[in-house]
């Protein structure tokens, strides 16, 4: 199992670009979920999927942030513009919910710098 | 909704000793409560989990302990080694909007000294 994968890894772009991040969750996982995490605030949930339909986007922190999901192997995460302060790893996650089963595996994170 | 804090936020103990981490969270419905491991340059990885209807759960060194009436969790490593310097999440299942939310600690970095 490859286990979820991001791309890119390492991303730096100027303050007022675009910026997309993706991921492919495990297969036949049936949850999404996008985390950023910083030093000051830690790991937050910022949006989650299930059946590739949003469920929660209250972590969103703004109309700068959007996520799709448009079909079970495949997520994006755009930052437009982006801004200094977006600077964080960010991090997909999946899980398979059925059954009352919970675990979420992670992917290795995408580092974001915007300057 | 849920809220869940960590302490202590930095741990060092001697190689072979125990190292011990705690949680504690406010929503008396949360029903899962799974640790992460984080190492530097990766994904939080899961390395173990507890559910509200079992009070201990124990692979290997490492153990969970849930006390539902205090809402309060611990994870346990036991004959620490070096590999296990690291950072440590523990999180809860909140029960907004589907009940698939989970809801992190501030972590805690463990260092183990040789």
């Known amino acids: 199992d490859a286990g979820v994968i991001q791309s890119p890894r390492h991303e730096v772009t100027e303050m007022g670009q675009e910026v997309t991040l993706r991921c492919k969750p495990i297969?036949?996982?049936?949850?999404l979920f996008w985390y950023r995490q910083t030093m000051m605030r830690g790991l937050e949930l910022l949006i989650y999927f299930n059946n590739n339909v949003p469920i929660d986007d209250s972590g969103m922190p703004e109309d700068r942030f959007s996520a799709k999901m448009p079909n079970a192997s495949f997520s994006t995460l755009k930052i437009q513009p982006s801004e200094p302060r977006d600077s964080a790893v960010y991090f997909c996650?999946?899980?398979?919910?059925?059954?009352?089963?919970?675990?979420?595996?992670f992917g290795p994170g995408t580092r974001l710098t915007v300057t | 909704g849920e809220n869940v804090e960590q302490h202590p936020s930095t741990l060092s103990v001697q190689e072979g000793d125990s190292a011990v981490i705690k949680c504690t969270y406010s929503?008396?419905?949360?029903?899962?409560f799974p640790w992460y491991k984080q190492e530097l340059g990766k994904g939080p990885q899961l390395i173990i989990d507890?559910?509200?209807?079992?009070g201990e759960k124990k692979d290997q060194r490492i153990a969970v302990t849930l006390n539902k009436t205090a809402k309060h969790f611990s994870l346990h490593i036991t004959e620490t080694q070096p590999e296990d310097s690291a950072v440590y999440f523990c999180?809860?299942?909140?029960?907004?909007?589907?009940?698939?939310?989970?809801?992190f600690g501030q972590g805690t970095r463990l260092t183990i000294n040789p």
């Open positions: 297969s036949g996982h049936n949850s």
């Open positions: 929503d008396s419905a949360s029903n899962y």
């Open positions: 999180a809860a299942k909140g029960t907004f909007q589907g009940a698939q939310k989970l809801v």
């Open positions: 507890i559910r509200s209807n079992v």
């Open positions: 996650a999946s899980s398979l919910t059925n059954l009352g089963r919970r675990e979420q595996y």
